[in-house]
């Protein structure tokens, strides 16, 4: 799973990493934003639930 990476930068630098270190930065940027989106939405449903219903318009 540890495959080199190497690619060059702006500032011709060669740079080498491995997919390891690409694969944990998206695994934490999927939790984050995970986190975030229920953190959005828990309040939303709270008020939703306290509400009355509408009643149908004809």
Excluded: E, W
């Amino acid at each position: 799973m540890d495959k080199q990476l190497s690619f060059v930068n702006l500032l011709s630098d060669t740079i080498t990493t491995t997919h390891s270190l690409y694969l944990a930065t998206l695994l934490k940027g999927v939790a984050c934003d995970m986190l975030l989106a229920l953190v959005l939405t828990l309040p939303a449903a709270a008020s939703q639930a306290d509400a009355p219903d509408c009643p149908r318009q004809r």
